[in-house]
């Protein structure tokens, strides 16, 4: 028998899977990045940018990103979350609040004057959302959880100082207990999505909105309105939401393995942390626009941010009762969220 013969085949064969497994080890992975502001926005340039410049670093070049914003790839931004789930997108970062009710164990996060900072707080919702929600996340791979710092309100001919300045003024709302907080503290909340503000504060449709800092100067809402309200910083922030980057799952599995470990180095509570702090940060470079604009600010004090407080309490429990209505113990969900927030 001439084993040489034999022989070849079956070395060809091998040299071949090693050749293809190589070339798939080798193999650029470009992972398609949706969000719904601006390419100009803190969102895009502080954190996905960055993001995605360190899991290329450490891939050596085989991950990379490919950004659509400003919804590039259609549907809206409250589409976001199933994008990622369906596979339209690879990774999304989205609002899950855009879906009312959809995620009401996370909402823990955003009711009125709960976190002190987005740093903070996104370390402690990485922890409690990974621990409490995970059926609310079903379908993706969460890869980052974080809270922005805070909502200022911004409006177009009324400063707001005290309570009774919010009676019948029509607020832009951001999520559905933002909603709900101003509606108790007497304003007539109109929820949508921040890439509708501007243009609405334009044309008279509300007379402002509860909006971030950081997004103000992408927005260009500091040319819209005139006023700026702020809340006493030794108090927790009236208002926050928690976002989250996602990625789909089929997308993460295939990938080689040293691939998954760059991605997994990427995600997590520090990572979170990191995110907040981003979104610190950007408080002050994004007042500064309403700054150079000339516009008025006014902070609330402390003891009429009292009045506030007391007046929003019914949002909490009504949270409590909703999120308790659906098998969840929300007197305790509430409490662990307040502990972790404080810790």
């Known amino acids: 028998m001439n084993t040489g013969k034999l022989l070849k085949p079956l070395l060809a064969a091998l040299l071949f899977a090693g050749g293809a497994a190589q070339a798939q080890s080798d ?7 949706h969000h719904f502001l601006p390419p100009s ?9 960055p993001w995605c410049a360190k899991i290329g ?8 990103c490919q950004i659509y914003p400003a919804m590039q790839m259609g549907g809206t931004p409250p589409q976001l979350f199933d994008q990622a789930k369906d596979g339209v997108a690879d990774i999304v970062w989205a609002l899950p ?29 990485w922890t409690y959302a990974t621990k409490n929600a995970r059926d609310e996340y079903k379908g993706v791979r969460p890869l980052v959880f974080h809270v922005i710092a805070g909502m200022a309100l911004h409006t177009t001919t009324k400063q707001v100082k005290t309570m009774a300045d919010l009676s ?6 951001p999520t559905r207990l933002a909603t709900r907080m101003l509606s108790a503290l007497g304003a007539t909340p109109v929820p949508m999505p921040v890439p509708m503000v501007t243009e609405s504060l334009a044309k008279g449709v509300i007379d402002g909105a509860m909006i971030p800092w950081e997004v103000v100067p992408a927005m260009k809402i500091q040319e819209v309105v005139k006023f700026h309200t702020e809340t006493d910083p030794s108090l927790p922030l009236l208002s926050t939401s928690a976002f989250i980057l996602a990625m ?3 997308k993460y599995d295939s990938l080689p393995a ?3 470990q760059v991605i997994d180095a990427n995600s997590g509570p520090e990572v979170s942390a990191w995110a907040g702090k981003i979104w610190d940060d950007a408080t002050l470079t994004g007042r500064q626009a309403g700054v150079e604009r000339k516009n008025t600010f006014y902070t609330v004090p402390a003891e009429e ?5 007391k007046a929003s309490q019914s949002v909490t429990a009504d949270w409590v009762k909703e999120v308790s209505a659906k098998g969840y113990d929300g007197q305790k969900l509430l409490a662990e969220a307040r502990t972790l927030l404080a810790n």
């Open 57 to 64: 670093a450490e891939s050596g070049g085989r991950l990379k």
């Open 168 to 173: 019948g003024l029509k607020l832009r709302a």
């Open 258 to 260: 040293d691939l998954k």
């Open 41 to 49: 926005s803190n969102t895009q340039v502080k954190f996905l940018e």
């Open 248 to 250: 789909n799952p089929a």
């Open 27 to 33: 193999k650029v992975v470009t992972l398609r990045v």
């Open 305 to 309: 941010l009292g009045k506030w407080q």
């Open 97 to 125: 609040g855009y879906q009312a009710g959809r995620f009401l164990v996370t909402e823990a996060f955003e009711l009125p004057f709960m976190g002190s900072s987005g740093e903070k707080s996104s370390r402690a919702l």
